[in-house]
């Protein structure tokens, strides 16, 4: 009998449903964000991936599937999608669209022959999102909000966002120079995968996961500390616009990356939970101002993410995602013939403005129509009847923080864009606004 590759897995009938509803999420936050899928090849020409990742990295000098193919092509399956991206970008010139920006997003099979263990696959999936044309922090935030958003909406929460820079190249050169300096004598007291870094790519020895704790790498210089003006400015403009979208980070100034390319800005998002067990980075990403025009491309900046797809569904676990691939912005309950009129033209206005919507065709009873909100997963439920149309009022229910309040009729739409623009502060125990205690 013929066995699944070691690090691989079928993924059958009772978790496709799963996995069909995590892809769903990730399509509708790339559409909120402006974001446009793009599927590339799942391998390509193995030299794209040593002058992308680079050769010294981990991921290219022991974790490629490389082989030669019939035509004697040297070929590497892909080990991640910004390279293919990238190429991609470049060969379609996709820089000389329609839109300055170019945003896109891809989901798909990555390859790495890694050690398997929970949430490490050699086989595993990734969903990405890169944007190009920008050296805007603007843009670096917006990355970040996105990777966040996509957390939130499987209500996940026990997460935290890392955050490093490592400046543009000029500060690169600087800080290497003094880590090497700084490490010279006492190198040999470090692991052998440290002193082979120390010679290659000293950078990566600041996140050794055997020496990280040791004095000397505790003392080491800092990225941070080596930042010219300009990326000092960079750096300090991203937190300023995070802390403005009230996006929560800490600054981890060891996080350097284990890809080359990096300039500037560096990310990770751990979730702390159990479900997850050692493997809790579920997301990775930053800036690239360089990789464009080393590939061959124009000089054209760019910055991303990706997530690990088996993680996020290993983190589903722990929030019991049921995998409800359905849900509405708003159920609309109208009550009474006379109503109907009016019920229809809030919908159609709704609708037109993009919110996901419904309503009962069958004049169903006030309880039987809640319930059918429900099943549709509605996050509002908005009802109106013969009072609320005496007075223009609709009285309006939020299922995620069970607020409830009668606003003005011509208000639903805008109502519920606002509530879904600035999610409430109410905390999810005491419903509370604000609230210091419970540690929402
Ligand atoms: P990365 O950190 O190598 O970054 O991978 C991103 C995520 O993929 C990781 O945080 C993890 O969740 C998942 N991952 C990596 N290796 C495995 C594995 N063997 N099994 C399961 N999951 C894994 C990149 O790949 C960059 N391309 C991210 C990026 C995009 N930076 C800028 N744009």
């Not at 080393?294 to 019991?320: C, D, K, T």
């Amino acid at each position: 009998m013929y066995q699944k590759i070691k690090g691989t897995y079928d993924l059958l009938p009772k978790d496709t449903k799963k996995w069909q509803a995590l892809e769903k999420t990730i399509h509708n936050v790339s559409k909120i964000y402006n974001y446009e899928e793009i599927r590339t090849p799942i391998f390509e020409n193995t030299e794209l991936f040593h002058r992308s990742v680079g050769l010294e990295t981990d991921i290219v000098s022991k974790e490629t599937y490389d082989f030669v193919d019939r035509g004697n092509r040297k070929i590497t399956l892909r080990p991640e999608g910004t390279a293919s991206v990238v190429r991609s970008y470049i060969e379609n010139k996709l820089y000389a669209d329609r839109l300055p920006i170019s945003k896109l997003y891809y989901m798909g099979p990555m390859f790495r022959y890694e050690r398997p263990q929970k949430g490490r696959y050699r086989q595993f999936a990734q969903f990405g999102a890169e944007a190009f044309g920008s050296e805007s922090p603007l843009l670096d935030a917006e990355i970040i909000s996105y990777a966040v958003s996509v957390i939130k909406a499987f209500k996940i929460k026990d997460i935290e966002v890392q955050l490093n820079s490592i400046g543009d190249q000029e500060s690169k050169t600087m800080y290497k120079a003094a880590l090497v300096t700084y490490l010279e004598k006492d190198i040999k007291t470090l692991c052998s995968d440290c002193q082979n870094r120390f010679e290659t790519n000293p950078l990566r020895i600041l996140d050794c996961k055997i020496d990280k704790d040791t004095e000397l790498l505790k003392n080491a210089p800092k990225p941070v500390d080596y930042l010219n003006k300009k990326s000092k400015n960079h750096f300090d403009k991203l937190c300023a616009y995070l802390d403005a979208m009230k996006i929560k980070y800490a600054i981890n100034k060891n996080l350097v990356r284990g890809l080359d390319y990096y300039t500037h800005t560096v990310f990770e998002v751990n979730a702390n939970l159990e479900t997850l067990g050692a493997q809790n980075t579920i997301c990775g990403g930053g800036r690239y101002n360089h990789l464009v025009s080393s590939l061959g491309g124009p000089n054209i900046p760019g910055v991303g993410f990706a997530f690990g797809l088996e993680r996020l569904m290993l983190a589903l676990e722990s929030v019991n995602f049921k995998g409800a691939p359905d849900y509405l912005h708003l159920f609309l309950i109208v009550l009474g013939e006379e109503q109907k009129e009016d019920g229809v033209k809030l919908l159609n206005r709704c609708r037109l403005g993009g919110l996901f919507s419904d309503i009962d065709f069958l004049d169903k009873s006030l309880k039987a129509q809640f319930k059918l909100a429900d099943n549709s997963n509605a996050r509002f439920i908005a009802i109106y009847g013969e009072n609320e149309k005496a007075n223009h009022k609709i009285n309006v229910k939020d299922k995620d923080t069970g607020k409830e309040i009668t606003i003005e009729r011509d208000q639903l739409y805008n109502h519920i864009i606002t509530e879904l623009m600035n999610p409430s502060q109410a905390c999810q125990t005491c419903k509370e606004e604000n609230c210091d205690n419970c540690g929402e």
